[in-house]
């Protein structure tokens, strides 16, 4: 049986998400739920717990969004338990919240016009990329010339969120973006004053 350590959550636990972007993100949920969680061990969570944690929170005036977050957590944390360290041989069932705003929302033609009107050149350039092919910020920002090539209207992503190149399809709209940077810098397709 793990030893609990200071953030509610077990070392191992802690050590495997220090890698992620989003460990800042752990932490801080870790040190949310550390009132519930913080003297009990990995076989004292049940659902009475879990319950707990889920009032507690809406009392405290969190969104479902952010509740389901921290739930989400704690599922996570007893499925690894389980499954992959046998620390315990079960968990209780841990339900989301329904009601969860949605998180997809796309831009009408219009919000996108005034946002690209209202913004420096070069962001404009690069929010219009955005918009023609669903890449992350990090991933156009990152964009190399060797890695872009305009007859076959394809790029080639080497920063991407989980770590693996791939390759992204550019529509008219990508490309005449592209055209548009040429010239402007030998390496990154996207710059800011060169």
Known sequence: ?????????PLPHLTIKASLRSFRDVNRICRMLDPYLGSLT?????????????????????TPATVNRYLALIRNLLKMARDEWQWIDSIPKICLLPGEVERDRWLTREEADRLIAAVPLHLA??????????????????????????DRRTAWLNRTKNGTPRGVP?????????????????????????
Request: with cysteine; glycine share 8%.
């Open 1 to 9: 049986m793990p030893f609990w350590v200071g953030t509610s959550i």
């Open 42 to 62: 990995l076989n004292q969570i049940n659902g009475d717990v879990i319950w707990s944690v889920l009032q507690g929170q809406l009392k405290k005036g969190n």
């Open 125 to 150: 350039a690069l929010i219009r990329f955005a918009l023609a092919t669903g890449c992350r910020v990090r991933e156009i920002t990152g964009l190399e010339w060797n890695r872009v090539d305009l």
């Open 170 to 194: 550019l529509n008219a709209d990508a490309v005449a973006v592209l055209q548009e940077q040429m010239g402007k810098h030998e390496q990154f397709c996207f710059t800011y004053r060169s």
